[in-house]
């Protein structure tokens, strides 16, 4: 039997030509299907009459019935919009349109009994209702008295009258026309065993709910199918990558891994690092390429995490390189790993733009030589000029600077692709990352080291400048040091600098017996670099600069970090800023200093960075104030479908139930071929293909 819901929408009862180009064009929607999975965005409750002596114009809508006792038309062209005086015997209010004027003027008369709905405004003291919607009391469709469904429309869809209520007329005709023959898209085994509602009645309910009470379980019900289908995607395409690309195996913990790991380290890792590297190890062994996301809170202790992966690629016969997103960090990473080495027999060189000459030449030769084991540096690691042994791992650290197509280059360094290990403080919540970095795997540093005391967060405003002044120098006098940070924006950069050097001054002046340094992009790198190992060595005691030190700087006898004009950070800014201190053992503070007037999202942010050190809470609390825009944006951007009634970041614990769901039929159907899971992998090339409609399309 052909599927009725794949019939082209412009046949449908109400449709047309013009309405369909504007469903095509304006809401995707090309056959019967996809106009059913268009979603309702709220409800409304239509079963209460107002009284128009109650109108306020604070209500969200208004629901009267009564009579036209007057029509008027005003203006001329444009300008020209039609009025009705509209009376329920308690009083008069003024219906206005702007558009569909004859329309109206032809369908409803003086005396009808009429049941009238809109948002009610006051206009010239008067209350008036613009476009309402309008039905004859007694021929009064369902629609009217239970709870109604509303349909985004957009702009143009608004100006040809397609409104909400029209998508709602639609969604009845295509009901009337399938009957009960909605096709189910889930096998009844997964139906029953997650409790879920048929998708029949989940699309009727969810578009025509006889009570608010029916809705949870129909939107479970089609909320799982969507996350599930997306999980199923997800999955299948990194089984099958894996599938693809053998990699290199790395058989043996051998020599080098067992001394740094018995005689070298100097304290014990925690259980979260022991736990990442035996899930890195299982990786390289398996003979498939890793491709791992690692997440873990600034101070986590990645790089020891990174090194050790190194140094198992190194027992194995492999070079291992580290990919740093600025030369300030590389250059720390490279002291970093050099001090945890110590005199072991592993040669770590450091490669960025600004090592030239002769001195480039040596290094590009002991790489291509093998001498060289580890190979930290910048982007210029992924020039082709740099050529390798035999390369067989690759750290990244901090991710958010990296693109997919710097990953891929990497790739072409060997024969095979070396493996990966993406590092990342910018945390997502889990269920995100599973869902974006789909095709990586996840491993997560929940634990931070021992001994660590929470950084103390306190919020000042400018005018308490004298209040901060005491407690850096009781910090200076304790032997700490301190960052204190300027924001920088490009378009706002000789502001910015101005700022900067004024805060400089004034830091000098009031703390004379103490040195500070200043560090921005407008200095050469020779300048810099100096001014950080000043302060890095304990020279210079208060550090003045912009954001270059926002990621991984490590000088754990630095105790205070201040933020000006910290209302212009983001959230995660801020908590990678924090990030800097609190690395030793004493009780560090980040201090937010902000002008008084906040708008109120700036002041939620101010008190989230006061209230908790988690970054996994912040960073589900910035994507609350970010709001759906932006984040969802980049995140929807990363995922196969677009997502209709899920929400990515809200339900997450139903996108595990339905990863896990995925997961199963993948390891028990690994040849796709039983007869009960038919139906999915047939609705799942229909989404693919669906998929394929809309980019070519858009
Ligand atoms: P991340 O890169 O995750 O922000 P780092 O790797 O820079 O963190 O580690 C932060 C600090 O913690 C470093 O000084 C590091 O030597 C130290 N560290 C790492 N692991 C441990 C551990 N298990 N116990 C104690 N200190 C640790
Ligand atoms: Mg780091």
Not at 191 to 204: D, F, K, P, V, W
Not at 253 to 260: R, S
Not at 264 to 292: C, H, Y
């Amino acid at each position: 039997m052909p599927d009725i819901l794949n019939q082209d929408i412009k046949y449908l009862k109400g449709v047309g030509p013009a309405r369909a180009k504007l469903l095509n064009e304006e809401l995707k929607v090309f056959t019967l299907r996809d106009l059913l999975f268009v979603f309702p965005y709220k409800y409304i409750d239509r079963s209460v009459i107002h009284k128009i002596r109650e109108l306020q114009d604070d209500m969200p809508y208004v629901q009267l019935r009564g009579h036209i006792v007057d029509f008027e038309t005003e203006g001329e062209g444009r300008k020209r919009r039609l009025k009705a005086t509209f009376t329920d015997g308690t009083g008069f209010v003024e219906l206005v349109w702007f558009n569909s004027i004859n329309y109206i003027q032809k369908n409803y008369k003086m005396n009808q009994y009429l049941q009238v709905f809109g948002k009610p405004s006051s206009y010239n003291g008067r209350i008036s209702i613009a476009h309402p919607e309008m039905d004859e009391v007694g021929k009064v469709g369902e629609v009217s008295t239970g709870l109604q469904a509303f349909y985004h429309t957009t702009e143009k869809m608004k100006r040809s009258g397609f409104t909400s209520r029209l998508v709602n007329d639609l969604v009845q005709n295509i009901f009337d026309a399938v009957k009960d023959c909605i096709p189910e898209t889930l096998p009844s085994y997964i139906i029953s065993e997650y409790a879920l509602m048929g998708l029949n009645e989940a699309l009727r309910i969810v578009h025509r709910p006889a009570n608010a009470g029916q809705l949870p379980s129909a939107r479970r019900r089609l909320k799982f199918e969507e996350l599930f289908y997306l999980q199923l995607d997800i999955l299948h395409y990194t089984k099958n990558r894996k599938r693809c690309y053998a990699g290199f195996v790395f058989p043996v913990i051998g020599e080098n891994f067992n001394t740094f790991y018995y005689n070298r380290l100097p304290f014990s890792l925690t259980n979260a690092q022991k736990r990442v590297i035996r899930e890195i190890r299982r990786d390289v062994a398996t003979g498939s390429q890793m491709n791992r996301l690692l997440q873990g809170d600034v101070g986590s202790g990645k790089t020891l995490v990174a090194l050790m992966a190194c140094l198992m690629a190194i027992d194995n016969g492999f070079q291992a390189c580290l990919m740093a997103p600025t030369e300030i960090l590389a250059e720390q990473h490279l002291e970093t790993i050099r001090k945890f080495l110590g005199d072991m027999a592993v040669t770590v060189e450091l490669l960025t733009g600004n090592i030239k000459g002769n001195k480039r030449k040596d290094i590009l030769l002991r790489i291509v030589t093998g001498e060289v084991k580890i190979l930290i540096g910048t982007h210029a690691l992924i020039e082709p000029t740099v050529k390798f042994l035999n390369l067989g791992l690759v750290v990244i650290d901090e991710q958010h600077r990296f693109g997919v197509k710097q990953r891929a280059r990497l790739w072409q360094k060997n024969i095979r692709p070396p493996h990966i290990l993406v590092m990342t403080a910018t945390p997502i919540p889990r269920t995100l990352a599973m869902t974006v970095y789909g095709d990586l795997d996840v491993s997560v540093i929940d634990e931070l080291p021992p001994g660590r005391k929470p950084v103390k967060t306190i919020h000042y405003y400018e005018t308490d400048r004298y209040k901060l002044q005491e407690g850096m120098r009781s910090q200076l006098r304790e032997g700490r040091q301190i960052y204190v940070v300027y924001p920088l924006i490009k378009e706002n950069e000789k502001v910015d600098l101005a700022d900067l050097e004024a805060g400089y001054i004034r830091l000098s002046q009031m703390f004379p017996e103490y040195r500070v340094g200043k560090i921005h992009g407008k200095m050469r790198p020779a300048e810099k670099e100096e001014a950080m190992q000043d302060f890095s060595e304990h020279r210079s005691h208060i550090l003045v600069s912009t954001t270059v030190i926002e990621v991984g700087v490590n000088i754990p006898n630095a105790s205070v970090m201040v933020i000006e004009n910290a209302e212009r950070f983001g959230l995660a800014q801020l908590h990678q800023l924090r990030g800097r201190v609190g690395r030793g053992g004493s009780q560090s503070f980040c201090v937010l200093v902000t002008k008084r007037e906040l708008s109120e999202t700036t002041r939620r942010r101010m008190k989230i960075m006061v209230e908790t050190t988690d970054g996994f809470e912040i960073a589900e609390e910035d994507m609350k104030l970010r709001g759906p825009g932006d984040l969802e944006g980049t995140a929807q951007s990363g995922i196969p479908f677009e997502l209709r009634i899920a929400n990515i970041l809200k339900d997450t614990e139903m996108m595990s139930v339905a990863r896990e769901a995925a997961a199963k039929i993948l390891e028990q159907d690994p040849e796709e071929n039983f007869p009960q899971n038919r139906i999915i992998w047939l609705q799942l090339r229909r989404l693919k293909k669906q998929q394929v409609n809309f980019s070519a399309i858009s």
